[in-house]
């Protein structure tokens, strides 16, 4: 099972920034599309940012003009810029590959691989 890692998360205050970082494995060539989610205490998991195969993007109205997702292929890896972070955007936040390569020559597959989360808290 393919395992994503989250990295990134800590603590800032309300104004701040941060930007979290999503890996894969060597196992993974490349991830095409994947999703940012989040679960704040009580709450359910909800989508933040998703970024699809053609790097067309979309965002959670909340986090709209604040957050940024991007891909970096060559690296394996999705970030999640996050700025003028509010105390309301604390959670644990989760990477989901939706769509990966396994090799150059590989053709795009459908897959739902998560991470175990990095927590954000923003102090007010």
């Known amino acids: 099972q393919v395992q994503l890692v989250e990295s990134g998360g800590g603590s800032v205050q309300s104004g701040g920034s941060m930007r979290l970082t999503c890996a894969a494995p060597?196992?993974?060539?490349?991830?095409?599309?994947a999703g940012w989610y989040r679960q704040a205490p009580g709450k359910q998991r909800e989508l933040v940012a998703h970024?699809?195969?053609?790097?067309?993007?979309n965002y959670a109205d909340s986090v709209k003009g604040r957050f940024a997702i991007s891909r970096e292929n060559a690296k394996r890896k999705v970030y999640l810029q996050m700025n003028s972070l509010k105390p309301e955007d604390t959670a644990v936040y989760y990477c989901?590959?939706?769509?990966?390569?396994?090799?150059?020559?590989?053709?795009?597959?459908?897959?739902?691989?998560w991470g175990k989360g990095t927590l954000v808290t923003v102090s007010p």
């Open positions: 060597a196992s993974i060539f490349s991830i095409n599309a």
């Open positions: 970024i699809a195969n053609d790097d067309s993007t």
């Open positions: 989901n590959a939706d769509k990966v390569k396994y090799d150059p020559f590989d053709s795009v597959r459908n897959t739902d691989y």
